[in-house]
């Protein structure tokens, strides 16, 4: 659901975030409020934005109305770029998971930059990170069971966007149920079960400040032995 870190992945971002900041006024900033949306689906909307502050989360609908979410960005990520493949309309919505600051960047303007920049290698390899997640999460949809996929998510969530404590990484986006139901692919009270078995097992805890905290290498040791 979220960019793994690579150093190729993390030297783009930080590229065009240089790119960006030596000429700040040249693209129109917006600030999204919690819970609105950047675009939605069916939107003709033709820019790439580059996230400043906060995070994004990615939804598709289904025909039934049900939510599938895509993937999550956050600070440094640039999203909305199935822009430059040509399709007419905005395919997922774009939704601001706290208040959040960001660069539009116009389609024409965007290739532009990568061009006069040298950017355009750095832009692939983060999209080939981003199709390797895709697919990685993709399996698990087919191959693993939901208490698996859980436990995978809040791994990759800790990964990207959590910050290292001596013995743990803590997540400080605050993520609800329904959101992690979203992501795994199933429903909220099944979530609720295991997050309550990781609790219980000591695979994850709540601090003071309700951030969660997920003991990387026990997660990990628990998840080899119910594969």
């Known amino acids: 659901m979220t960019i793994q870190q690579t150093p190729q992945a993390d030297e783009f971002k930080q590229q065009l975030r240089d790119s960006l900041q030596r000429e700040p006024v040249i693209f129109r900033s917006l600030k999204i409020a919690r819970h609105a949306n950047v675009y939605t689906a069916g939107d003709q909307d033709k820019a790439v934005y580059f996230i400043e502050s906060g995070q994004i989360k990615l939804l598709m609908h289904s025909t039934e109305g049900r939510e599938c979410l895509l ?30 600051t960001l660069k539009q960047i116009p389609e024409t303007q965007f290739f532009a930059r990568l061009s006069r920049d040298s950017l355009f290698e750095g832009f692939v390899r983060y999209l080939a990170v981003r199709i390797a997640d895709q697919q990685h999460v993709i399996a698990n949809l087919v191959t693993a069971d939901s208490e698996q996929r859980l436990g995978q998510t809040l791994l990759q969530l800790a990964r990207t966007m ?15 149920h329904e959101e992690l139901s979203e992501m795994v692919g199933t429903t909220r009270p099944r979530i609720s079960f295991f997050m309550q078995r990781f609790r219980n097992l000591g695979l994850i805890e709540t601090n003071r400040d309700r951030f969660l905290i997920i003991k990387e290498s026990k997660l990990n040791d628990y998840l080899a032995q119910i594969a």
Do not use: V, Y
């Open 162 to 176: 959590g910050k290292k404590d001596p013995r743990s990484i803590r997540i400080e986006l605050k993520i609800s």
């Open 71 to 100: 993937a999550l960005h956050s600070a440094g990520d640039i999203f909305g770029e199935l822009c430059l493949s040509g399709l007419d309309s905005r395919q997922s919505t774009a939704t601001a998971m706290r208040a959040t």
